[in-house]
């Protein structure tokens, strides 16, 4: 395909819609430009190929497709059926899953989706089993308050916030932290990694009907063989959200124990994070949760979103390609040399390294909250975002840390010594910040100071790295 062709589809593109609301194709514009001229390390985001971004903007969007494929309640869904049985087939293929589920819109929905799949394969409820065989009319209203009673306060042992976990793993912001009974299961204070030992412990005493592994701010492999051991000999069902890392496991990066497809039951994803796809979410599981996960929509989820899941469907396709493999490496090689550069230069770092995608600084180091550290970098043109600690003093809204990860500046093809030169703008900028105080001479957690033409030089030296790898080349909107 010629590079023309993208700059062509993209071009025309905002010629369409510049012709109906300027302002909409003006900000897309300005849009690339903020994203070609910053240095993105926030280790959830990415950049999805032209393909992908172009096989969610056609009719597509139009259809309604509630259901799924071969059982839809809206008629003409043949071409929405095509494009979701390949996005599932080329899911099951690549993370070579029983089952994939390719409709949930985000992440936070995949593990709505798996929750209540868990809940109705699991509960003994004989309300719910009538529910579930249509003969909801037959249901009495004392029924439907067992269905709720059964169906509700049942418990989930998932990591702690605090430690990398992430809110739909039973947190009170969300609503699986209203829904679930939560117990939660840290890290080493010595080592800041998981010792599975004490989550066996937790997991006896607790006796979970879930047991969650997966998180958004670990920077170490999990050995999910061990997790599944435990949720065995409790009778939990093991899910893992593998939204962070799915491009790691993909790239088979991950394998073995430290993947989490042969070893858990159910296993959800973002599409965008490390996997490099259009936003949104899937599930994958065992065949006897098949069933029920398939129930997504409309049991949890509003109707199938058909362009994205042709988005899906490109993006898992380039996921299966071998030079995917040789992407997720380096993602992890980049994380590394940029651990490493930072540990050299005397940052701490919780768990003092990386094996996946992100790093965790604890800039408490350098005198600093999260919150201060995180601004003073975007000042400096490097976008960041804080991150609680393990036993974070500062809370999780300022935070001590800052979550910094590799797959967007990967894609861009920076590489490991862009890397070492990134830690040294990062130090640079964390060194020469000072948290500031309060009106009445109190810490503040959120101002700082920062020198505006140091800000301006490292900002300068942060395009300059981005310069020669720039972003979506073919694309030339001018
Ligand atoms: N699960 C984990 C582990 C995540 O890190 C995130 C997002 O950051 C989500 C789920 C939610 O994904 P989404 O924002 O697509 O709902």
Request: with cysteine.
């Amino acid at each position: 395909m010629s590079h023309n062709a993208e700059s062509t589809a993209f071009r025309s593109a905002l010629e369409v819609i510049r012709a109906v609301e300027p302002r909409v194709a003006d900000a897309i514009g300005a849009e690339l430009t903020d994203q070609r001229e910053s240095l993105k390390l926030i280790a959830s985001e990415n950049y999805a190929s032209p393909a992908t971004l172009l096989a969610m903007g056609n009719w597509f969007s139009d259809k309604y497709a509630e259901g799924t494929v071969g059982r839809r309640f809206y008629a003409g869904c043949q071409n929405v059926d095509t494009v979701e049985a390949l996005a599932a087939e080329h899911a099951r293929e690549l993370f070579g899953a029983a089952h994939a589920y390719v409709q949930p819109h985000s992440g936070i929905d995949a593990n709505l989706v798996a929750f209540w799949a868990v809940l109705a394969d699991r509960v003994e409820s004989p309300a719910l089993k009538k529910a579930q065989v249509r003969q909801v009319n037959d249901l009495t209203e004392a029924d439907w308050f067992a269905l709720r009673r059964e169906l509700g306060n049942q418990r989930m042992l998932g990591m702690s916030l605090d430690a990398g976990g992430h809110l739909t793993h039973g947190f009170r912001p969300n609503i699986s932290g209203k829904m679930f009974d939560q117990r939660s299961y840290g890290t080493d204070p010595a080592t800041g990694l998981i010792d599975y030992d004490r989550v066996a412990e937790a997991a006896r005493e607790f006796k979970p009907l879930i047991l969650v592994g997966g998180y958004s701010a670990y920077p170490r492999k999990v050995n999910f063989r061990i997790l599944r051991e435990i949720a065995d000999s409790v009778g939990a069902t093991f899910m893992v959200d593998m939204a962070h890392f799915a491009g790691l496991v993909a790239g088979k990066v991950f394998t073995g124990d430290f993947d989490p497809v042969p070893h858990a039951h159910i296993v959800t994803t973002t599409t965008h994070k490390s996997l490099r796809g259009p936003r949104g979410g899937m599930v994958l599981c065992q065949p006897e949760l098949a069933d029920q996960v398939d129930r997504g929509c409309p049991m949890v989820l509003g109707g199938p979103l058909p362009h994205v899941m042709a988005a899906k469907a490109v993006a898992l396709a380039e996921a299966r390609r071998p030079d995917f493999a040789d992407y997720a490496q380096r993602i992890v090689d980049n994380a590394q040399a940029l651990a490493d550069g930072l540990l050299r230069r005397g940052a701490t770092l919780v768990t003092g390294g990386t094996d996946n995608h992100l790093v965790l600084i604890d800039v408490s180091g350098y005198g600093l909250t999260g919150r201060q550290a995180e601004q003073a970098l975007l000042d400096s043109g490097i976008v960041t975002n804080r991150n609680s600690v393990p036993q974070d003093p500062n809370g999780a809204w300022y935070t001590s840390g800052i979550r910094i990860g590799t797959p967007a500046l990967t894609t861009r093809g920076l590489g490991t010594a862009e890397m070492d030169q990134t830690a040294e703008l990062i130090h640079t900028v964390l060194t020469q910040t000072t948290a500031g105080a309060n009106a009445d001479g109190t810490p503040s957690k959120a101002k700082y100071t920062l020198d505006a033409d140091l800000a301006d030089k490292v900002a300068r030296q942060a395009t300059d790295l981005l310069a020669p790898h720039p972003l979506y080349p073919a694309i030339n909107l001018t």
